[in-house]
């Protein structure tokens, strides 16, 4: 007589597999399965993105705390450090690995544009956000001269603050519509009253020359295009360089782009 216990043997003579008898086991064989693959495979090489490290400044800590909720409940984002005045904010950059700093203009000791300037010294790679409640032209001018390259108003934080620091972090301005509106009423106002002449400072010579420059020509082509010698070419363009504020042909051809020369 068979044993009861033991499986029917198959035709080949060897034991039949089995079933496993409940839902439980076959999850654990399914288990067990998947880990002899992984450890046949090797251990999965998917890492989760690298946060973005910020350095929060506010002089008063219940705002630093709703920041802080607003950004940490982002995947992406991370307060790394928390500072209560500009000072601060500066000796916190020194100690903390951070890739933007968000800071409050109105601040003791040092305030926010002062900070952000020795940021910007200090930290060249750093991204610098204002976080202020001042709906204020010269705060905004200020603040973009100082290095930041975004403002945002603390009343709609909830909404504009995380779009920014992920903008700033792709090296893309962010301004609330205000400044936008701002920016535009004040360059307006500059070419009314003669102020804005970048447009004008070159020669309609060295024009021609910046966008053969830009086009790609080399300077022997210039100068049979223009009918004018090498050395005339080299010296346009040497003083294109030195008006412009530029070092190369790649930032040239950049340049003529914007002034509208040729097409992206």
Known sequence: MSDPSLPEPSASGRPAATTPSSPAAAAASATS????????????????????????????????RGVRLILDREPDLEVVAEAGDGAEAIDMART????LAVLDIAMPRLTGLQAARELAALKPGLRILMLT?????????QALKSGACGYVLKSVADRDLVAACRAA?????????????????????RVRHGEETSDHILTPREEEVLKLVAEGHSSK???????????TVQRH??????????????ELTRYAIRAGLIEP
């Open 221 to 231: 082509e210039i100068a049979e295009i223009l009918f004018i010698s090498i050395k």
């Open 169 to 189: 972090m792709r090296d893309e301005p962010f301004l609330y519509p205000g400044a936008v509106t701002a920016l535009i009423r004040n360059y307006l106002d």
């Open 96 to 99: 903390h690995e951070a890739d």
């Open 133 to 141: 409640m001042h709906d204020n032209e010269q705060y905004l001018f």
């Open 33 to 64: 399965a998947s880990a002899s693959t992984a450890s046949a495979y090797g251990p999965s090489q998917v890492s989760a993105p690298a946060k973005i490290r910020i350095l929060l400044a506010d002089d008063h800590a219940l705002v630093r």
């Open 237 to 250: 363009r040497a003083n294109l360089l030195q008006k412009l504020g530029l070092r190369d042909r790649l």
